[in-house]
Protein backbone atom coordinates (compact mmCIF):
# COMPACT_ATOMS: atom_id res chain seq x y z
CA UNK A 1 0.00 0.00 0.00
CA UNK A 2 1.58 3.48 -1.39
CA UNK A 3 0.19 7.49 -0.63
CA UNK A 4 -1.06 8.56 -3.88
CA UNK A 5 -1.22 11.69 -2.26
CA UNK A 6 -0.93 13.43 0.64
CA UNK A 7 -3.50 16.38 2.06
CA UNK A 8 -0.97 19.53 3.41
CA UNK A 9 0.71 19.07 6.46
CA UNK A 10 -0.11 14.98 6.52
CA UNK A 11 3.19 13.06 6.11
CA UNK A 12 3.60 10.49 3.38
CA UNK A 13 3.97 6.60 5.02
CA UNK A 14 5.78 4.48 3.39
CA UNK A 15 4.77 1.59 0.99
CA UNK A 16 3.95 -1.39 2.66
CA UNK A 17 2.43 -4.88 1.89
CA UNK A 18 -0.24 -6.51 4.11
CA UNK A 19 -1.44 -9.99 3.42
CA UNK A 20 -4.19 -11.18 4.58
CA UNK A 21 -6.22 -14.77 5.96
CA UNK A 22 -9.85 -14.00 7.29
CA UNK A 23 -12.95 -15.34 7.85
CA UNK A 24 -16.52 -12.76 7.60
CA UNK A 25 -19.95 -13.91 8.53
CA UNK A 26 -23.11 -11.48 7.45
CA UNK A 27 -26.82 -11.41 8.31
CA UNK A 28 -28.89 -9.24 6.57
CA UNK A 29 -32.26 -8.17 6.43
CA UNK A 30 -32.84 -5.66 4.82
CA UNK A 31 -34.18 -4.81 1.67
CA UNK A 32 -34.69 -1.92 -0.73
CA UNK A 33 -38.03 -1.38 -2.30
CA UNK A 34 -38.66 0.80 -5.86
CA UNK A 35 -38.33 4.59 -5.22
CA UNK A 36 -37.03 4.09 -2.14
CA UNK A 37 -33.92 6.95 -1.59
CA UNK A 38 -32.33 4.22 0.96
CA UNK A 39 -32.32 0.57 1.99
CA UNK A 40 -36.18 0.64 4.08
CA UNK A 41 -36.08 -1.25 6.79
CA UNK A 42 -33.96 -3.88 8.70
CA UNK A 43 -30.16 -4.70 9.70
CA UNK A 44 -26.50 -5.74 8.21
CA UNK A 45 -24.08 -7.21 10.77
CA UNK A 46 -20.94 -8.27 9.44
CA UNK A 47 -18.42 -9.79 11.45
CA UNK A 48 -14.63 -10.08 10.32
CA UNK A 49 -11.63 -11.86 11.76
CA UNK A 50 -8.56 -12.08 10.00
CA UNK A 51 -4.84 -12.84 10.59
CA UNK A 52 -1.74 -11.05 8.92
CA UNK A 53 1.14 -13.77 10.14
CA UNK A 54 0.06 -16.73 7.67
CA UNK A 55 0.53 -15.00 4.97
CA UNK A 56 3.52 -12.64 5.26
CA UNK A 57 4.25 -9.11 5.10
CA UNK A 58 4.97 -6.31 6.88
CA UNK A 59 2.42 -6.43 9.78
CA UNK A 60 1.93 -8.87 12.36
CA UNK A 61 -1.58 -10.13 14.68
CA UNK A 62 -4.79 -10.08 14.20
CA UNK A 63 -7.63 -7.95 13.65
CA UNK A 64 -11.45 -8.27 14.04
CA UNK A 65 -14.22 -6.06 13.14
CA UNK A 66 -17.77 -5.65 13.86
CA UNK A 67 -19.91 -3.12 11.18
CA UNK A 68 -23.69 -3.60 12.34
CA UNK A 69 -26.05 -0.89 10.41
CA UNK A 70 -29.88 -0.71 11.19
CA UNK A 71 -32.48 0.85 8.83
CA UNK A 72 -35.45 2.47 10.64
CA UNK A 73 -38.37 3.49 8.62
CA UNK A 74 -40.02 7.00 9.12
CA UNK A 75 -42.74 7.02 7.24
CA UNK A 76 -42.87 8.98 4.03
CA UNK A 77 -39.71 7.81 2.04
CA UNK A 78 -37.80 8.85 5.00
CA UNK A 79 -35.50 6.84 6.97
CA UNK A 80 -33.12 6.57 10.28
CA UNK A 81 -29.65 4.96 9.20
CA UNK A 82 -27.63 4.04 12.06
CA UNK A 83 -24.07 2.20 12.29
CA UNK A 84 -21.60 1.41 14.43
CA UNK A 85 -18.43 -0.29 13.86
CA UNK A 86 -15.67 -1.81 16.50
CA UNK A 87 -12.23 -2.93 15.55
CA UNK A 88 -9.84 -4.59 17.46
CA UNK A 89 -6.16 -5.94 16.89
CA UNK A 90 -3.88 -7.50 18.23
CA UNK A 91 0.61 -7.13 18.01
CA UNK A 92 0.74 -5.10 14.97
CA UNK A 93 -1.92 -5.13 12.19
CA UNK A 94 -2.73 -2.48 9.76
CA UNK A 95 -3.71 0.35 11.72
CA UNK A 96 -7.17 1.43 11.19
CA UNK A 97 -7.49 5.27 9.78
CA UNK A 98 -10.38 7.66 10.12
CA UNK A 99 -11.35 10.43 8.16
CA UNK A 100 -12.71 11.96 4.79
CA UNK A 101 -16.15 10.75 3.22
CA UNK A 102 -15.35 7.37 1.23
CA UNK A 103 -16.12 4.65 3.26
CA UNK A 104 -15.32 1.18 3.84
CA UNK A 105 -17.68 -1.45 2.19
CA UNK A 106 -19.35 2.20 0.49
CA UNK A 107 -20.36 0.96 -3.39
CA UNK A 108 -21.15 3.34 -6.20
CA UNK A 109 -24.03 0.86 -7.20
CA UNK A 110 -27.66 1.52 -5.99
CA UNK A 111 -28.24 -1.61 -3.70
CA UNK A 112 -30.34 -4.21 -5.73
CA UNK A 113 -30.73 -7.51 -6.13
CA UNK A 114 -29.07 -7.30 -9.57
CA UNK A 115 -26.14 -5.30 -8.02
CA UNK A 116 -25.52 -7.61 -5.42
CA UNK A 117 -22.51 -9.43 -7.17
CA UNK A 118 -20.93 -6.04 -7.04
CA UNK A 119 -20.38 -5.17 -3.40
CA UNK A 120 -17.10 -5.09 -2.27
CA UNK A 121 -15.03 -7.42 0.20
CA UNK A 122 -15.30 -7.03 3.74
CA UNK A 123 -11.56 -7.68 4.27
CA UNK A 124 -8.35 -5.77 5.07
CA UNK A 125 -11.05 -2.77 5.70
CA UNK A 126 -8.65 -0.39 7.38
CA UNK A 127 -10.15 2.94 6.53
CA UNK A 128 -13.65 4.66 7.65
CA UNK A 129 -15.16 7.66 6.84
CA UNK A 130 -15.27 10.34 9.82
CA UNK A 131 -16.60 13.28 7.60
CA UNK A 132 -14.83 17.04 8.10
CA UNK A 133 -11.88 15.22 9.02
CA UNK A 134 -9.00 14.75 6.50
CA UNK A 135 -7.48 11.69 6.01
CA UNK A 136 -4.00 10.81 7.33
CA UNK A 137 -4.50 12.39 10.57
CA UNK A 138 -2.19 10.76 13.27
CA UNK A 139 -4.58 11.12 16.25
CA UNK A 140 -7.60 9.15 14.01
CA UNK A 141 -4.86 6.00 13.19
CA UNK A 142 -4.26 2.94 15.88
CA UNK A 143 -5.29 -0.58 16.31
CA UNK A 144 -8.64 -0.33 17.86
CA UNK A 145 -11.11 1.54 16.58
CA UNK A 146 -14.95 2.73 17.97
CA UNK A 147 -16.94 4.22 15.11
CA UNK A 148 -20.82 5.78 15.46
CA UNK A 149 -23.08 7.25 12.65
CA UNK A 150 -26.10 8.78 12.36
CA UNK A 151 -28.04 10.05 9.54
CA UNK A 152 -31.98 11.08 8.45
CA UNK A 153 -32.15 10.80 4.48
CA UNK A 154 -35.42 12.05 3.16
CA UNK A 155 -36.65 12.32 -0.50
CA UNK A 156 -36.13 16.02 -2.09
CA UNK A 157 -37.68 15.02 -5.89
CA UNK A 158 -38.93 12.21 -7.86
CA UNK A 159 -37.58 13.30 -11.59
CA UNK A 160 -37.23 10.26 -13.96
CA UNK A 161 -35.68 11.91 -17.00
CA UNK A 162 -32.96 11.13 -19.29
CA UNK A 163 -31.01 11.23 -22.53
CA UNK A 164 -30.79 8.98 -25.34
CA UNK A 165 -27.06 9.74 -26.60
CA UNK A 166 -25.36 8.74 -24.04
CA UNK A 167 -28.79 6.54 -22.89
CA UNK A 168 -28.49 8.29 -19.31
CA UNK A 169 -31.02 9.10 -16.67
CA UNK A 170 -31.24 11.16 -13.23
CA UNK A 171 -33.51 8.78 -10.96
CA UNK A 172 -34.00 11.59 -7.99
CA UNK A 173 -32.64 13.23 -5.60
CA UNK A 174 -32.69 12.98 -2.04
CA UNK A 175 -30.87 14.96 1.01
CA UNK A 176 -29.24 14.05 4.16
CA UNK A 177 -28.12 15.58 7.48
CA UNK A 178 -25.65 13.28 9.56
CA UNK A 179 -23.63 13.02 12.50
CA UNK A 180 -20.18 10.93 12.90
CA UNK A 181 -18.30 10.11 15.93
CA UNK A 182 -14.98 7.98 16.76
CA UNK A 183 -12.01 7.30 17.80
CA UNK A 184 -8.78 5.18 17.46
CA UNK A 185 -6.40 4.45 19.83
CA UNK A 186 -3.59 1.68 20.52
CA UNK A 187 -3.74 0.43 23.91
CA UNK A 188 -5.81 -1.77 26.05
CA UNK A 189 -8.20 0.43 27.43
CA UNK A 190 -10.45 3.02 25.86
CA UNK A 191 -9.70 6.14 23.84
CA UNK A 192 -8.23 9.21 24.81
CA UNK A 193 -11.17 11.36 22.94
CA UNK A 194 -13.39 11.34 20.39
CA UNK A 195 -13.99 13.37 17.01
CA UNK A 196 -17.15 14.79 15.91
CA UNK A 197 -18.53 15.82 12.59
CA UNK A 198 -21.64 16.56 10.85
CA UNK A 199 -22.88 17.72 8.13
CA UNK A 200 -25.52 18.02 5.20
CA UNK A 201 -25.48 15.81 1.31
CA UNK A 202 -27.27 16.20 -1.60
CA UNK A 203 -27.81 12.75 -2.93
CA UNK A 204 -28.50 11.85 -6.45
CA UNK A 205 -29.29 8.64 -8.18
CA UNK A 206 -28.67 8.08 -11.75
CA UNK A 207 -28.72 5.54 -13.96
CA UNK A 208 -26.30 4.87 -17.81
CA UNK A 209 -26.99 2.44 -20.50
CA UNK A 210 -30.90 1.57 -18.35
CA UNK A 211 -28.84 -1.07 -16.31
CA UNK A 212 -26.57 0.37 -13.98
CA UNK A 213 -27.84 2.62 -11.04
CA UNK A 214 -25.10 4.73 -9.40
CA UNK A 215 -25.49 6.92 -6.77
CA UNK A 216 -23.46 10.77 -6.55
CA UNK A 217 -23.15 12.72 -3.26
CA UNK A 218 -22.49 15.84 -2.74
CA UNK A 219 -21.51 17.16 0.77
CA UNK A 220 -20.74 19.55 3.17
CA UNK A 221 -19.27 18.42 6.45
CA UNK A 222 -17.63 20.07 9.95
CA UNK A 223 -15.64 18.73 12.19
CA UNK A 224 -15.68 20.10 15.57
CA UNK A 225 -12.53 18.39 17.48
CA UNK A 226 -8.80 18.77 17.28
CA UNK A 227 -7.81 18.26 13.52
CA UNK A 228 -11.55 19.22 11.87
CA UNK A 229 -12.45 21.54 9.68
CA UNK A 230 -14.95 22.44 6.65
CA UNK A 231 -14.66 20.12 4.03
CA UNK A 232 -16.86 19.97 0.82
CA UNK A 233 -16.67 17.13 -1.36
CA UNK A 234 -18.37 15.35 -4.30
CA UNK A 235 -18.08 11.40 -4.02
CA UNK A 236 -19.45 8.48 -6.23
CA UNK A 237 -21.38 6.09 -4.01
CA UNK A 238 -23.45 5.60 -0.85
CA UNK A 239 -21.89 6.84 2.61
CA UNK A 240 -22.75 3.24 4.34
Known amino acids: KSDAWTAPGVGALADTEDNVLGLALSYDSTHFPPLA ?17 VLGGDYTGAVYTLDWREFVPLGQRHTLALRGVAGWGTAAPRPFRLGGS ?6 AVVPNAAAAALQPSPFNQR ?45 QLSGKLFVDSGATWDGD ?3 EGWATGAGVELVADANV ?5 FRLRLGYAHGFDSGGGNHLYLRLGASF
Open 189 to 191: GGP
Open 37 to 53: ISRAEGRNITLVAEDSE
Open 209 to 213: FYLLN
Open 127 to 171: TYALRGYPEGLPRLSGRRLALASGEWRFPLSLIERGIMAPPMGLE
Open 102 to 107: DSARGT
